[in-house]
């Protein structure tokens, strides 16, 4: 009897690129960002965290969650709100549930995410649990800036960040 973990793998086209998502029997466990570069890097996430995994191509599985980032990406959802199987330390699990409740339209500051999830001097360890987030546009690590306002630093590059922040935004304000 085999004792390996099941990991349902889905990879699709998107208004901003292609998104690869991954999921167990729990929920959705890692998702990329939207291009092609960032596609590449949830199969790495998967052999690191998920060690003798079965991988499974299975689009039928994943279909909320597919239809979930199609329609956010297009300005027609504010929440992704499908079953997560976040997998991290306690304190980056605190850092992502804290992410998880950062309104739509809206961002939050480094510093201000580390005095919601508990650990007020921590904002450099937001900011490196923010980077192994794996799962960004369910976690949403876009929202967070720099004390000063600026983008600061984002795994998808600034030009990314920037354009899901402007969509928010022009979602918010009834321009989509």
């Given at each position: 009897?085999?004792?390996?973990?099941?990991?349902?793998?889905?990879?699709?086209?998107?208004?901003?690129?292609?998104?690869?998502?991954?999921?167990?029997?729990?929920?959705?466990?890692?998702?990329?960002l939207p291009?092609?570069?960032?596609a590449?890097?949830?199969?790495?996430?998967?052999?690191?965290?998920?060690?003798?995994?079965?991988?499974?191509?299975?689009?039928?599985?994943?279909?909320?969650?597919?239809e979930?980032?199609?329609?956010?990406?297009?300005?027609?959802?504010?929440?992704?709100?499908?079953?997560?199987?976040?997998?991290?330390?306690?304190?980056?699990?605190?850092?992502?549930?804290?992410?998880?409740?950062?309104?739509y339209?809206?961002?939050?500051?480094?510093?201000e995410?580390?005095?919601?999830?508990?650990?007020?001097r921590?904002?450099?360890?937001?900011?490196?649990?923010?980077?192994?987030?794996?799962?960004?546009?369910?976690?949403?690590?876009?929202?967070?800036?720099?004390?000063?306002?600026?983008?600061?630093g984002?795994?998808?590059?600034?030009?990314?960040?920037?354009?899901?922040?402007?969509?928010?935004?022009?979602?918010?304000?009834?321009e989509?």
């Amino acid at each position: 009897m085999s004792t390996s973990e099941v990991v349902y793998l889905s990879r699709f086209q998107t208004v901003m690129g292609q998104v690869v998502l991954a999921s167990t029997e729990r929920g959705l466990v890692a998702s990329s960002l939207p291009g092609r570069s960032h596609a590449s890097k949830v199969a790495p996430w998967i052999k690191a965290h998920l060690p003798g995994h079965d991988l499974v191509k299975d689009d039928r599985r994943n279909r909320a969650a597919v239809e979930a980032i199609q329609t956010y990406l297009e300005g027609g959802r504010r929440n992704l709100d499908v079953r997560l199987d976040l997998r991290g330390t306690p304190f980056q699990l605190a850092v992502w549930h804290c992410l998880r409740e950062v309104p739509y339209g809206t961002t939050i500051s480094y510093s201000e995410l580390a005095q919601k999830a508990g650990h007020g001097r921590a904002v450099r360890a937001c900011g490196s649990a923010n980077r192994v987030n794996p799962l960004p546009l369910f976690v949403p690590c876009h929202r967070v800036l720099a004390k000063n306002g600026t983008l600061g630093g984002f795994g998808g590059g600034l030009p990314l960040k920037r354009r899901l922040l402007d969509l928010e935004q022009r979602v918010c304000r009834g321009e989509t």
